[in-house]
């Protein structure tokens, strides 16, 4: 895995320190705050089409997948056909105690592991790149669908960006004044708080409502200075 540049690292602490702060005193509305999740359901969907044991214990053992950190997306990717590897033999022994054996188990984590290596060919072994490269496809394409006569083009793509954030969670970001101030006060880019936010797996739509809280509090912490001084 290529190392993150300085700059994405340090926008990367940043979000971390942001969101501790901010979540202490708010419960964020996305269903999606780590992207971990979305993985996690695809692994589930995939597997509720392969194994016949009831639904429920299936999201149970994806769930006991993950914490056992078998969904790693960079190990599954490195896993072969013949899934005979320490992390494959993991896999089918876990499935195993879940009544998923034999030829269920080995096509289970076959698909598991083929699914991971796609978004590691592709994305970079992330799911949000992979939602969001079709989510900025839908908003570059709207001049295609949409004609609208009273508004610029730029609040024309903030509100479908809104919109998208709020109807599928799709990890896209209004890059707005919020975002490049909390940037800008920390000495780094949007592009490098993008790259963080796929670096510490943080669905790209939370760091917009994150950036926006810090920065009201960064005001706030401002005007109580500038009292306290006059004072």
Not at 42 to 54: G, T, W
Not at 81 to 100: F, Q, S, Y
Request: proline share 2%.
């Amino acid at each position: 895995m290529t190392k993150p540049h300085k700059a994405t690292s340090e926008a990367a602490f940043e979000l971390r320190n942001a969101l501790l702060v901010e979540a202490v005193e708010t419960t964020f509305a996305e269903a999606w705050l780590w992207e971990v999740d979305r993985w996690k359901e695809l692994v589930f969907a995939l597997l509720s089409r392969i194994v016949s044991i009831p639904e429920d214990d299936v999201r149970e053992l994806t769930e006991r997948l993950l914490d056992l950190e078998l969904l790693d997306v960079g190990e599954l990717a490195k896993l072969s056909k013949e899934v005979d590897e320490p992390i494959g033999h993991r896999l089918t022994n876990v499935m195993a105690e879940w009544g998923v054996a034999g030829e269920e188990a080995r096509i289970a984590v076959t698909t598991i592991a083929e699914a991971a290596r796609g978004l590691s060919d592709h994305y970079g072994g992330k799911i949000q790149r992979y939602l969001r490269h079709y989510g900025e496809l839908m908003l570059d394409e709207l001049g295609g669908t949409f004609t609208f006569t009273a508004i610029k083009s730029d609040a024309v793509g903030e509100a479908f960006t809104y919109w998208l954030q709020n109807v599928l969670d799709m990890p896209v970001s209004l890059v707005d004044e919020s975002v490049r101030g909390f940037c800008d006060g920390k000495g780094f880019s949007p592009v490098d708080l993008i790259e963080a936010a796929d670096e510490i797996d943080m669905n790209l739509a939370l760091v917009d409502d994150v950036t926006q809280l810090a920065m009201l509090r960064r005001a706030e912490v401002a005007v109580d200075a500038s009292v306290t001084s006059e004072g």
